[in-house]
């Protein structure tokens, strides 16, 4: 079942930054938060992920709410290679799969 | 480094007939996964391997089927296929078995008409 709700299509300029928001209002203490994304014609790639605390790397950031029941992906400098479906799933640990939904469409604009 | 390929890249069957779908997972990773995409959806998750024995399963019929090899490739069987079964199959490997950063193949399409 499906744990994470999402916009389905953003637009972002080129440049700017893309705010993608994710909305799992009922997490467990033990669920983390994973992102990955899916550019046309690709496999799914990693992001980010985590579990209470904001995480950055060299793709992302992510913060998580105090109250872990939504989080927002932060691609600071959008570019036109960033166009694609981005997926927010919520992980049991433990938990061996990957429940991805139908994510959020992000078209970065020139 | 070579990422997780797969093979074939497309595929055209026919209703009832069966096919063979294979992945070879990144260099010293021993967790592959299987996973099923039809068109505007997002992967589903059919079956998880590792060290060779099945650690999970989706909500997919027997006729789906997978095992993996000592080298730690996989194959993902699908019989008495139908014309809901085409989709794009994906493959993903990881180093170990939660899957915490899953690497994924570019996916084989199937087509069954």
């Known amino acids: 079942d499906a744990k994470t709700t999402q916009p389905p299509s953003m637009d972002c300029a080129e440049g700017r930054a893309a705010n993608l928001p994710c909305n799992h209002s009922?997490?467990?203490?033990?669920?983390?938060v994973y992102w990955y994304r899916q550019i046309h014609s690709q496999g799914p790639q990693y992001i980010i992920h985590?579990?209470?605390n904001n995480e950055t790397n060299e793709m992302a950031s992510l913060i998580i709410t105090e109250d872990r029941k939504s989080s927002t992906l932060i691609l600071p400098h959008a570019t036109l290679r960033d166009t694609a479906v981005y997926y927010c799933?919520?992980?049991?640990?433990?938990?061996?799969?990957?429940?991805f939904g139908t994510g959020t469409r992000l078209t970065v604009i020139p | 480094d070579a990422g997780v390929t797969q093979s074939p890249t497309h595929l055209i069957k026919t209703r009832g007939q069966q096919v063979t779908l294979r992945c070879s997972p990144i260099?010293?990773?021993?967790?592959v996964s299987w996973y099923q995409q039809v068109l505007g959806q997002g992967p589903q998750f059919i079956f998880q391997?590792?060290?060779?024995?099945?650690?999970g399963r989706g909500n997919f019929p027997d006729r789906f089927s997978a095992r993996q090899f000592p080298n730690y490739s996989s194959e993902l069987n699908v019989n008495a296929l139908l014309l809901g079964d085409s989709a794009l199959y994906l493959c993903?490997?990881?180093?170990?078995?939660?899957?915490?950063?899953?690497?994924f193949g570019q996916g084989t399409r199937l087509t069954v008409v």
């Open positions: 009922t997490i467990s203490g033990n669920e983390y």
């Open positions: 985590g579990l209470k």
């Open positions: 993903a490997s990881s180093l170990d078995p939660l899957n915490t950063e899953a690497f």
């Open positions: 260099s010293g990773h021993k967790s």
């Open positions: 391997y590792y060290e060779k024995e099945e650690r």
């Open positions: 799933i919520v992980r049991a640990t433990g938990a061996n799969n990957l429940f």
